[in-house]
């Protein structure tokens, strides 16, 4: 009886030290989603103790930008956590392999096989953000509100996505196990500022080639009542649809060169 | 003893070689470096813009803080590196085993190989990036001294860097991925470092605090040091609190790492 | 249509070729040198439903390349094939469904969940319905015992155990032919005994057509009727065992036991003047060797029997290692080179 009792403890705790494992990351997660907001907002306030305007946005404009911008970064996320470790998981160790023999498209299997719980943090700051920021100035929230969000924060996550997996496919041409996807996502951040205080360069950098103002900055106008980038808000869902487009154009020719392990 | 150094400065080899298999992130680290010096050179002279001409804020009129600017990320790309997340990579894949099987001390091996890293980031990052940024923003040279100075203090920096780097990579004995918490340490620490805006744009109660942490250690004070903003006694001050920092984040790392490990063996596999 | 075909099949890989040295290693940061390498060679072969083929060769031969050819993974250089009446690697996700495939070295389980989720996973993705996956299910149960361990975490399964979950998944969808690589690679006997015997009622109740690579030779004497036999990437045999064992036919082997002491002194001197190579296997108990072509093998029975005290003689078919260590070092002529191209 006794013998069993303590068998059954073990296993619980077991069960526990399990889940606890998963708890762990996801509150070391968590916490680093509430860092970096953190840390953005602390630098917006460290810059307008000085000024009043940054070529004339006001900070409650730029904390709604910020926190628009979240809520499609916080999608892209929750599903993207194969994409870091794609080239060394499935290239390098050849676990492609096991995607490659299965009847769905790999891509799918890639993203959703693992979820970035965490990431969900990052969805709803961002949604708090928004209205906070436009109560501040001033915005009534419309009906069209409600379709306008949810649009334009999937096509946002996707034109994340198709960079990102764009970015990823690269690997199947070059050997580099690290992949190039983490110093392109710090770059997200000057997506959020206005793309009018940038050199025309850096302006058509984030808006043709890399294009996360239109993930960021673009659609956020529409939520502040800015028609100056009406065509620009429009263009995001064709942007999106472009984007993907050519992920999965290059991610398919460069599975044709994928070369598994060994002989 | 000599035979132990040489056998560490082998890794320092092995790793400036390993990071040159690296050709694609190579050439994406050249671009994005030159997009965060641009990026944040823009975002500081539309903060300029709006004020009257000839304002100074924390010290730094625009020209100054464009120089800061980029000063501070030519010589990240000298003192970063990605100790965390290979030593996190080594403990999730079972290599950290084969290693401590070695007769080896990790910690030494992984700044030895740091070393090798801030060699090739040196030779192909700092040095191309110089050349296009120095002209690019008007970055002006310092006097001699300041800049002996200021070499002296970002290899501190590298130090204290690496450091918190191998504090950091120590949490993989804890995590399933320590992805999230690299992430934060990086956002983080660009703020705290100085990296994003000079640490005397901080309000005062703030800049009090923000400078007494390791971080100020790694960015705001060599680009000061190399701006000559720091002379006589503030200088000798800032490179002895820089050695503090170095020794004590190493002796950190050493505890941390003993008792991580001791807690992993004791659980077993 | 079903079946596999490969004609003409070649695959080869761009290799990076680093230069020495940390001034090397510089130099092809900026200028890349690469060398082609043939892994698999114009192979020409094809598999009628039904059949059950071993696939072998030393490794770096090319089998797996040529395995992951087949099932899609890989994309060839040049070369058709057509497995089921696909193109593999172009209508790779209908494919996918007509096939499965075990790699022994790795599961294609997931890891960190519990087996039978894995298969309920499996289920969904193949879109096996719910009355023939439990019939499914039922079947594995019974062929392969899998209940004991069903709710365990693949990682914590024994390789014997993971084999067996790997292969009922394989299977669970009931693909038109099978493709395994290195299936016993690592196994006990007992274990080795048990996927053999499944397989073999695979490929015979079911008429699943099996291709399988594999280095242990016990698995294709039981289990494969015809052998391919690559080296270096180039198709070397094609045909039934017996035709591989014959190809060896100049390898006479005689097992002689001997009544009393001192057998292979009387042996030695029986043979004199013919070159026979007499090695001890057990007491009393003697193996000889020699060319066929020079030595008929009825002078040496005459000799045997006449000058020594033989109490037992059989004449032995070559062991299929040995054929093969023979083929693979050139000491075979391969007239029945099936499928050679052009």
Not at chain 1, 182 to 207: G, K
Not at chain 3, 255 to 264: A, L, Q, T, W
């Amino acid at each position: 009886m006794r013998r069993h009792a303590s068998i059954l403890i073990a296993y619980f705790l077991q069960f526990v030290k399990a889940r606890l494992v998963y708890r762990a990351d996801f509150i070391v997660d968590s916490l680093s989603v509430f860092g970096a907001l953190a840390v953005q907002l602390a630098f917006l306030g460290v810059l307008y103790s000085r000024i009043q305007t940054l070529a004339g946005w006001s900070i409650d404009e730029l904390i709604l930008i910020h926190g628009f911008s979240m809520i499609p970064l916080g999608l892209f996320n929750l599903i993207s956590f194969n994409l870091w470790n794609f080239s060394e998981k499935h290239l390098v160790e050849g676990q492609f392999d096991r995607v490659l023999l299965r009847p769905i498209h790999p891509v799918f299997q890639v993203l959703f096989e693992t979820f970035n719980v965490a990431a969900l943090n990052e969805i709803i700051i961002g949604c708090v953000l928004l209205v906070v920021a436009g109560t501040r100035l001033g915005i009534a929230p419309e009906a069209g509100d409600l379709l306008l969000l949810p649009l334009l924060a999937v096509s946002g996550a996707a034109i994340y996505l198709g960079i990102f997996l764009t970015l990823t496919s690269l690997s199947f041409w070059f050997e580099d196990r690290l992949g190039i996807g983490a110093p392109v996502y710090n770059m997200i951040r000057f997506a959020r500022y206005p793309v009018t205080i940038y050199h025309p360069a850096v302006r058509a950098l984030l808006s043709w080639i890399i294009p996360f103002s239109f993930a960021a900055f673009y659609p956020a106008t529409a939520f502040l009542r800015s028609t100056e980038f009406q065509l620009f808000v429009w263009l995001t869902p064709v942007v999106a649809v472009i984007s993907l487009s050519v992920a999965l154009f290059v991610f398919s020719r460069g599975m044709l060169r994928y070369t598994s392990t060994g002989s | 003893m000599t035979g132990t150094l040489t056998l560490y400065l082998e890794f320092t080899r092995i790793t400036f070689i390993k990071m040159l298999a690296y050709r694609l992130r190579y050439y994406t680290g050249i671009v994005t470096y030159l997009v965060f010096v641009a990026g944040n050179a823009f975002l500081f002279r539309a903060i300029y813009s709006g004020l009257p001409e000839g304002t100074v804020i924390g010290g730094f009129n625009e020209a100054a803080v464009v120089t800061y600017i980029a000063v501070a990320w030519i010589g990240r790309s000298l003192t970063f590196n990605n100790v965390d997340r290979e030593l996190a990579t080594q403990v999730t894949g079972g290599n950290i085993a084969q290693n401590l099987l070695k007769p080896i001390d990790i910690q030494a091996m992984t700044f030895f190989g740091a070393l090798g890293e801030a060699l090739f980031r040196f030779v192909l990052f700092t040095v191309p990036i110089s050349i296009v940024i120095v002209p690019l923003f008007h970055v002006g040279a310092p006097d001699a001294f300041s800049g002996l100075a200021a070499a002296l203090s970002f290899f501190l920096a590298f130090l204290i860097n690496t450091a918190i780097n191998f504090i950091v990579g120590t949490f993989a004995l804890h995590l399933k991925s320590i992805m999230g918490l690299v992430r934060a340490k990086h956002v983080v620490m660009e703020l705290l470092t100085g990296a994003l805006i000079p640490l005397s744009f901080f309000p005062d109660s703030w800049r009090q605090v923000v400078e007494m942490l390791p971080f100020a250690s790694i960015t705001y004070v060599p680009v000061t040091i190399w701006m000559g903003m720091r002379q006589g006694e503030a200088l000798v001050q800032a490179l002895l609190v820089q050695v503090f920092w170095a020794v004590a984040l190493y002796g950190l790392g050493v505890a941390l790492w003993r008792h991580a490990i001791r807690r992993t063996t004791v659980q077993g596999g | 249509m079903s079946g596999i075909e490969a004609r003409a099949l070649t695959k080869e890989y761009r290799v990076a070729n680093r230069r020495p040295g940390v001034m090397g290693a510089v130099r092809d940061l900026f200028d890349r040198r690469t060398e082609t390498m043939t892994a698999v060679n114009r192979v020409t072969f094809s598999v009628q439903p039904g059949e059950m083929v071993g696939y072998i060769g030393a490794n770096g031969a090319g089998k797996s390349t040529t395995i992951k050819m087949l099932t899609g993974i890989l994309t060839p250089t040049s070369g058709d094939i057509r497995v089921n009446g696909y193109v593999p690697w172009k209508e790779r996700r209908a494919y996918a469904k007509t096939i499965g495939a075990v790699f022994g070295q790795r599961t294609q389980l997931w890891w960190d969940i519990a087996a039978v989720e894995s298969f309920r996973l499996l289920r969904r993705i193949y879109e096996v319905d719910e009355s023939l996956y439990e019939q499914q299910m039922e079947t594995f149960e019974e062929l392969l015992g899998l209940s004991e361990f069903l709710n365990q975490p693949v990682r914590t399964l024994s390789l014997g155990q993971r084999m067996r979950c790997d292969l009922a998944a394989a299977l669970l969808h009931q693909p038109q032919v099978l493709f395994l690589d290195e299936p016993t690679i690592g196994l006990d006997v007992v274990s080795k005994e048990n996927i053999r015997r499944f397989l073999q009622r695979v490929n015979q109740e079911l008429g699943t057509t099996v291709i399988l690579t594999t280095h242990d030779l016990d698995d294709i004497e039981q289990l494969c009727r015809r052998v391919i036999l690559i080296d270096r990437g180039a198709l070397l045999f094609d045909g039934n065992i017996a035709g591989m064992q014959q190809l060896s036919g100049n390898l006479g082997r005689l097992r002689v036991e001997i009544r009393g002491e001192g057998g292979e002194e009387d042996l030695r001197r029986a043979t004199e003047g013919l070159d026979v190579r007499w090695v001890r296997v057990d007491t009393g108990r003697f193996e000889g060797e020699f060319e066929k072509s020079r030595i008929p093998i009825a002078e040496v029975v005459r000799r045997v029997v006449t000058d020594a005290p033989v109490h037992d003689l059989s004449v032995l078919e070559p062991p299929i290692e040995e054929v093969v260590r023979k083929i693979y070092r050139g000491e075979v002529d391969l007239p029945a080179l099936a499928g050679a191209d052009e």
